[in-house]
């Protein structure tokens, strides 16, 4: 397993804009400053940094451009963000070498536990929406199906990745990070068990992980976590 299995690996990774009681989000800080911290440390050998994109949050009114995402050609996107060469961690940034086939496609979706004092992956999400409150386009569905036609709002979509493994893995590098079988009922688990579907339709890669807020773990760590986690990511891919 890993990158050297087969065509390289591009990473689209995913965060949210601000909610009621998080004003500032990690997440959207955290993937908006991604991109120059891996330009800085280098992608794993073998992979690629597809996009970084912060979604609103809030549930059915931005679904439109959450499937967006989630339909790009799931072979890969011609230009991604960076590039890693096989034989190195140096970034490479020359577009003639970008066009490969077979890439192996992970979504990585992160959301904030504002409670929470360490990592967290999440393993499943369940096809139910029951908002504590309004998202922040105004919508508060209580014990509704997210997908109509999966059936019971009781059905549970789960990853395909090692969630334990990967854990474990993360523990090792020093990380707090636990496994977890509950990703909540609000935004987080919606984007999460849409991304799941589409994940099993195109026959790619996805993974939710919540983070605490930056007064528990510092933004610099929280950046070297995802950086940490990409990395083991490519075992396991």
Not at 84 to 105: A, F, M
Request: glycine share 8%.
């Amino acid at each position: 397993m890993g990158s050297e299995a087969g065509g390289p690996i591009e990473f689209h990774i995913t965060g949210f804009k601000k909610f009621q009681g998080v004003a500032d989000n990690p997440t959207e800080i955290l993937v908006g400053k991604f991109e120059e911290h891996m330009r800085k440390h280098g992608m794993p050998s073998g992979t690629q940094l597809g996009s970084c994109t912060v979604l609103e949050t809030a549930g059915d009114g931005a679904l439109a451009p959450l499937l967006q995402l989630l339909n790009a050609p799931h072979e890969g996107i011609e230009n991604p963000l960076i590039i890693s060469t096989r034989d190195s961690g140096d970034v490479k940034l020359d577009r003639d070498s970008l066009s490969v086939p077979q890439k192996r496609i992970v979504w990585v979706h992160f959301g904030v536990n504002s409670v929470s004092n360490n990592f967290a992956v999440e393993r499943r999400a369940v096809n139910e929406a029951t908002f504590r409150y309004p998202d922040e386009l105004g919508w508060q569905p209580q014990r509704v199906p997210i997908v109509l036609e999966d059936g019971p709002i009781s059905f549970i979509r789960e990853t395909t990745l090692p969630v334990r493994d990967i854990v474990s893995a993360l523990s090792k590098e020093g990380f707090d990070v636990m496994e977890s079988y509950d990703a909540g009922r609000f935004v987080c688990n919606y984007v999460y068990y849409h991304s799941l579907r589409q994940a099993q339709k195109n026959g790619v890669k996805s993974l939710f992980v919540h983070v605490p807020l930056f007064m528990v773990i510092n933004q610099e760590r929280q950046l070297q976590f995802i950086a940490a986690l990409l990395k083991v990511l490519t075992i396991f891919c």
